[in-house]
């Protein structure tokens, strides 16, 4: 006997049970609750006995069955509950967890009657502070309330007559909790099913984003995403969703119902600014956006070949308004200096953007260029030969020469006093663009060489200049570059549609919040970082005075002298007069050399700061991703609506605010949108939907595949 062993019985978990942990097993039915050790009934209760269910957790961790953890997640008991528990049952023993009655006297507040008050306000997407002041009872009574709710199954209708109008999302209690606890990772979308869903329209953009790979990229990116009920799909498609229906700042989901938010990312209702807020910042705090927006470009430039030739690059200013000390920049559409952030922007032929980054204060076009070079490299390979096109911000022949030998055609505006083109130089060149638009040109073609000065030598670099003639004004337009294309309209063509990019940066401003800094969290300023010296200024103000004091006084004694009135001894002092003020004048020459032009930030303004950009870099690239998912749209529009390059944003973001039917059949979504505010705009919509039908793309996070109509009017 002595040498048998005992070894633990097999787990025989029943159907339906919670592991707690290994070899503990936790079944609740309505009759009650028990807790099974290795398959055998340790603690049992019956329903209603509160003091039965506390004991069997509290000594679960007592005795080390489980850990403190394991049991609150079993549980789904918080954690300072469970640590209330045993503090209790270790000072008073079993009758320390009898639960008291608090509050007042009286009968529950929370009658029936009260119940379905509470989930009908909460339905129709008030706040739960709102709900709870509205009913006259604490938020704590709400939040109980409304837990007391299921979420039933989705429901499959056959016919649209049989879809309810409106329709409100079913609250997810038992999810929320279960995300609280840490048992959810996401929660899963569920379709409401309901005829003329508002702000439904805006589903439509889902196929034209698949395509971005946005997703894809952020779940790549953000693995170490925490458990929560709206994951990292959810966080990502309400920043699309919002900026799509025209408030695209956080603050704007205080203006849109949130059950009608909550409808187009499959859940009952959409996060709050503080969640919304709070999940951006721990994403921030990763540091990651760069590897997204990299991302996002590789995957763009690869399904965009076509317009992967030219790259327009640009700087865009932010405005700071703020109180911190930030450094300045020049915003050109405001014509003066301020504290600002710069971003540098990089576009493909196309005007879609592809990458941004924050520029270093005092940045120059130039310097910028040759980190775009570098990043565009990266994403077209080491063979291609791609056009860079840029404004005279970026003039410098020395650059050009680095970017042609780093393997890049240039594009740009000459710069500079020019020679104009005799009128006989110009030929009639006609482009037809991709809308199938003609365009004439009359142009002058001829090989140029640039001089510059490089180290003391005057440099030449050979280009090609292509010169447009405005025959209204005769306005002449130099453009420089180092392709070899036979026919110049091309290029031209390329060049005079670098408005694209700034006409990205004005849509970008009205609909995206470009301009908008997202987070006003700061960072230190680089304190070794080299700005003006402002003694240097000073010290210069002083030698021209000097100068100028100096040459006057001669001026007048020159004409005195002239004039005779100058005795000898009278010259003589003057003339030691001016030896002093010219020995002066050569101190404060001396004294202003020596004075450094520029010093470290951290001795003039020790209190610099910066802003914290990487929520707002994750911000751009979900916007970028959508903006150019809507101008995939707008392309598709083209074949279908006559003034598609002029009117199809704005006919876009008619259907996103437009109400919708969703209904689920036979696997397939299909989203039914309301007719539009003209025929003309109905038919191309649903030429459109018939396009969107082809690619056969998936509602995110389901296997239901998104099949689009248009209402008849």
């Given at each position: 006997?002595?040498?048998?062993?005992?070894?633990?019985?097999?787990?025989?978990?029943?159907?339906?049970?919670?592991t707690v942990a290994p070899g503990v097993e936790l079944l609740e039915v309505d009759a009650g609750g028990v807790?099974?050790?290795?398959?055998?009934?340790?603690?049992?209760?019956?329903?209603?006995?509160?003091?039965?269910?506390?004991?069997?957790?509290?000594?679960?961790?007592?005795?080390?069955?489980?850990?403190?953890?394991?049991?609150?997640?079993?549980?789904?008991?918080?954690?300072?509950?469970?640590?209330?528990?045993?503090?209790?049952?270790?000072?008073?023993?079993?009758?320390?967890?009898?639960?008291?009655?608090?509050?007042?006297?009286?009968?529950?507040?929370?009658?029936?009657?009260?119940?379905?008050?509470?989930?009908?306000?909460?339905?129709?997407?008030?706040?739960?502070?709102?709900?709870?002041?509205?009913?006259?009872?604490?938020?704590?009574?709400?939040?109980?309330?409304?837990?007391?709710?299921?979420?039933?199954?989705?429901?499959?209708?056959?016919?649209?007559?049989?879809?309810?109008?409106?329709?409100?999302?079913?609250?997810?209690?038992?999810?929320?909790?279960?995300?609280?606890?840490?048992?959810?990772?996401?929660?899963?979308?569920?379709?409401?099913?309901?005829?003329?869903?508002?702000?439904?329209?805006?589903?439509?953009?889902?196929?034209?984003?698949?395509?971005?790979?946005?997703?894809?990229?952020?779940?790549?990116?953000?693995?170490?995403?925490?458990?929560?009920?709206?994951?990292?799909?959810?966080?990502?498609?309400?920043?699309?969703?919002?900026?799509?229906?025209?408030?695209?700042?956080?603050?704007?989901?205080?203006?849109?119902?949130?059950?009608?938010?909550?409808?187009?990312?499959?859940?009952?209702?959409?996060?709050?600014?503080?969640?919304?807020?709070?999940?951006?910042?721990?994403?921030?705090?990763?540091g990651r956006s760069g590897e997204l927006l990299a991302a996002l470009a590789r995957r763009h430039v690869a399904?965009?070949?076509?317009?992967?030739?030219?790259?327009?690059?640009?700087?865009?200013?932010?405005?700071?308004?703020?109180?911190?000390?930030?450094?300045?920049?020049?915003?050109?559409?405001?014509?003066?200096?301020?504290?600002?952030?710069?971003?540098?922007?990089?576009?493909?032929?196309?005007?879609?953007?592809?990458?941004?980054?924050?520029?270093?204060?005092?940045?120059?076009?130039?310097?910028?260029?040759?980190?775009?070079?570098?990043?565009?490299?990266?994403?077209?390979?080491?063979?291609?030969?791609?056009?860079?096109?840029?404004?005279?911000?970026?003039?410098?022949?020395?650059?050009?020469?680095?970017?042609?030998?780093?393997?890049?055609?240039?594009?740009?505006?000459?710069?500079?006093?020019?020679?104009?083109?005799?009128?006989?130089?110009?030929?009639?060149?006609?482009?037809?663009?991709?809308?199938?638009?003609?365009?004439?040109?009359?142009?002058?073609?001829?090989?140029?060489?640039?001089?510059?000065?490089?180290?003391?030598?005057?440099?030449?670099?050979?280009?090609?200049?292509?010169?447009?003639?405005?025959?209204?004004?005769?306005?002449?337009?130099?453009?420089?570059?180092?392709?070899?294309?036979?026919?110049?309209?091309?290029?031209?063509?390329?060049?005079?549609?670098?408005?694209?990019?700034?006409?990205?940066?004005?849509?970008?401003?009205?609909?995206?919040?470009?301009?908008?800094?997202?987070?006003?969290?700061?960072?230190?300023?680089?304190?070794?970082?080299?700005?003006?010296?402002?003694?240097?200024?000073?010290?210069?103000?002083?030698?021209?005075?000097?100068?100028?004091?100096?040459?006057?006084?001669?001026?007048?004694?020159?004409?005195?002298?002239?004039?005779?009135?100058?005795?000898?001894?009278?010259?003589?002092?003057?003339?030691?007069?001016?030896?002093?003020?010219?020995?002066?004048?050569?101190?404060?020459?001396?004294?202003?050399?020596?004075?450094?032009?520029?010093?470290?930030?951290?001795?003039?303004?020790?209190?610099?700061?910066?802003?914290?950009?990487?929520?707002?870099?994750?911000?751009?690239?979900?916007?970028?991703?959508?903006?150019?998912?809507?101008?995939?749209?707008?392309?598709?529009?083209?074949?279908?609506?006559?003034?598609?390059?002029?009117?199809?944003?704005?006919?876009?973001?008619?259907?996103?605010?437009?109400?919708?039917?969703?209904?689920?059949?036979?696997?397939?979504?299909?989203?039914?949108?309301?007719?539009?505010?003209?025929?003309?705009?109905?038919?191309?919509?649903?030429?459109?939907?018939?396009?969107?039908?082809?690619?056969?793309?998936?509602?995110?996070?389901?296997?239901?595949?998104?099949?689009?109509?248009?209402?008849?009017?």
């Open positions: 006997m002595g040498r048998m062993q005992h070894g633990q019985p097999l787990p025989l978990a029943p159907a339906g049970s919670v807790v099974l050790l290795w398959g055998r009934a340790a603690w049992c209760w019956d329903a209603g006995d509160i003091v039965g269910r506390r004991l069997a957790a509290v000594q679960l961790v007592d005795t080390g069955s489980a850990r403190h953890g394991e049991v609150m997640a079993a549980f789904a008991i918080a954690d300072v509950t469970l640590r209330a528990w045993r503090s209790d049952y270790a000072t008073g023993g079993v009758k320390a967890l009898i639960p008291a009655k608090r509050g007042p006297k009286g009968p529950s507040k929370l009658t029936e009657a009260k119940v379905s008050e509470i989930i009908e306000a909460r339905a129709k997407g008030a706040s739960m502070d709102a709900v709870a002041i509205g009913a006259g009872v604490s938020r704590d009574s709400v939040a109980r309330a409304l837990a007391a709710q299921t979420t039933p199954a989705p429901v499959t209708t056959s016919s649209p007559d049989a879809l309810e109008p409106l329709a409100t999302p079913l609250p997810r209690p038992d999810e929320r909790q279960a995300a609280r606890s840490g048992s959810l990772a996401e929660a899963a979308p569920v379709i409401t099913q309901g005829a003329s869903l508002p702000l439904a329209g805006a589903l439509i953009i889902l196929p034209a984003l698949a395509a971005t790979g946005l997703i894809e990229a952020a779940t790549t990116v953000y693995t170490r995403a925490r458990s929560a009920f709206y994951g990292l799909r959810s966080l990502v498609l309400t920043v699309v969703f919002t900026a799509m229906v025209g408030e695209p700042r956080a603050e704007g989901l205080t203006r849109i119902n949130p059950a009608d938010l909550g409808r187009l990312l499959g859940l009952d209702r959409a996060p709050e600014v503080s969640t919304l807020r709070r999940r951006m910042a721990g994403l921030a705090a990763e399904a965009n070949q076509a317009a992967a030739g030219v790259f327009y690059a640009d700087g865009h200013v932010r405005a700071y308004h703020g109180k911190a000390r930030l450094p300045k920049a020049h915003l050109a559409r405001m014509r003066l200096a301020m504290p600002a952030e710069e971003d540098t922007w990089v576009a493909d032929a196309r005007g879609d953007g592809v990458l941004v980054w924050n520029a270093a204060p005092g940045a120059s076009l130039v310097g910028e260029l040759r980190r775009v070079a570098t990043e565009v490299r990266a994403l077209v390979g080491p063979d291609a030969r791609p056009t860079i096109a840029f404004d005279r911000g970026g003039w410098s022949p020395a650059l050009f020469a680095e970017l042609v030998a780093a393997g890049f055609h240039i594009l740009t505006y000459r710069k500079g006093t020019k020679v104009a083109e005799p009128r006989s130089a110009f030929v009639p060149h006609v482009l037809t663009d991709e809308f199938g638009r003609q365009h004439k040109y009359l142009l002058a073609d001829r090989r140029v060489r640039i001089a510059s000065k490089q180290k003391a030598k005057t440099r030449y670099f050979a280009c090609r200049q292509i010169v447009r003639l405005d025959p209204d004004s005769g306005h002449q337009t130099q453009v420089l570059t180092t392709r070899t294309d036979p026919d110049p309209a091309p290029i031209a063509h390329a060049m005079f549609s670098r408005w694209r990019i700034e006409n990205f940066f004005r849509y970008g401003r009205k609909h995206y919040n470009l301009d908008g800094m997202d987070s006003y969290a700061k960072v230190d300023d680089d304190p070794a970082r080299l700005v003006p010296n402002p003694d240097k200024w000073a010290a210069k103000a002083k030698v021209t005075d000097a100068k100028a004091a100096l040459g006057a006084a001669r001026a007048t004694e020159g004409a005195a002298a002239l004039a005779g009135g100058r005795t000898k001894a009278g010259a003589k002092e003057i003339g030691a007069a001016f030896d002093q003020a010219e020995a002066e004048l050569a101190r404060l020459q001396a004294e202003a050399k020596a004075v450094p032009a520029k010093i470290p930030l951290g001795q003039r303004h020790p209190d610099a700061k910066r802003m914290d950009g990487e929520r707002k870099r994750i911000l751009d690239a979900i916007r970028l991703a959508t903006y150019n998912a809507e101008s995939a749209l707008a392309r598709r529009l083209a074949g279908h609506y006559a003034r598609a390059e002029d009117e199809g944003r704005a006919l876009l973001r008619e259907i996103y605010s437009s109400p919708a039917d969703l209904e689920i059949l036979d696997g397939e979504l299909h989203v039914r949108i309301n007719a539009l505010s003209a025929p003309r705009r109905t038919k191309a919509m649903a030429a459109l939907c018939e396009e969107l039908n082809a690619t056969e793309t998936t509602y995110p996070g389901t296997d239901l595949r998104l099949v689009y109509s248009a209402k008849a009017a």
